[in-house]
C-alpha cells in the first residue's frame, strides 16, 4: 500500500508563486512515476504534470507549460510541483499520484491517489 501526503496549498494572488510537496510512504519509490492533477469546482479532474521514476522524463499540461515544474527527490520519497505566474484559473485542488509507467499516469491510470491540497489564486 502506498500512502501519498500533499502540502504546501495556500490561497495566493495572481502571478504569485507556490511549491507543493507530495511525501509518499513506499519503499520503492523510484519504481512509481509519480504524476499531479487538478480538480477545480464543478469539474472534471484534469492532467498536470508528470515525471519517470528516474525523473529524466517528464510532461506537463499544455494549459502550465512554462509556468510549473514538476521535479522529485527519490532519497527523499517526495515530489514537487513548483507553480509560477499562477492565474486565477489555477484554482484547484491539486493532488498527487503514482502509476507504475509515466504513461499510465498521464492517462490517469493511476495506482495512488492523494487526498489533495486547496490552492486558491485571487485576481
Known amino acids: 500500500q502506498v500512502q501519498l501526503i500533499e502540502s504546501g496549498g495556500e490561497l495566493v494572488q495572481a502571478g504569485g508563486s507556490l511549491r507543493l510537496s507530495c511525501a509518499a510512504s513506499v519503499r520503492t519509490f523510484s519504481g512509481y512515476a509519480m504524476g499531479w492533477f487538478r480538480q477545480a469546482p464543478g469539474k472534471e479532474r484534469e492532467f498536470v504534470a508528470a515525471?519517470?521514476?528516474?525523473?529524466?522524463?517528464?510532461n506537463y499540461a499544455d494549459s502550465v507549460k512554462g509556468r510549473f515544474t514538476i521535479s522529485r527527490d527519490n532519497a527523499k520519497n517526495t515530489v514537487h510541483l513548483q507553480l509560477n505566474s499562477l492565474k486565477p484559473e489555477d484554482t484547484a485542488v491539486y493532488y498527487c499520484?503514482?502509476?507504475?509507467?509515466?504513461?499510465?499516469?498521464?492517462?490517469?491510470?493511476?495506482?495512488?491517489w492523494g487526498q489533495g491540497t486547496q490552492v486558491t489564486v485571487s485576481s
Open positions: 515525471i519517470s521514476g528516474g525523473g529524466g522524463t517528464t
Open positions: 499520484a503514482a502509476a507504475r509507467t509515466i504513461a499510465r499516469t498521464i492517462l490517469s491510470l493511476c495506482d495512488y
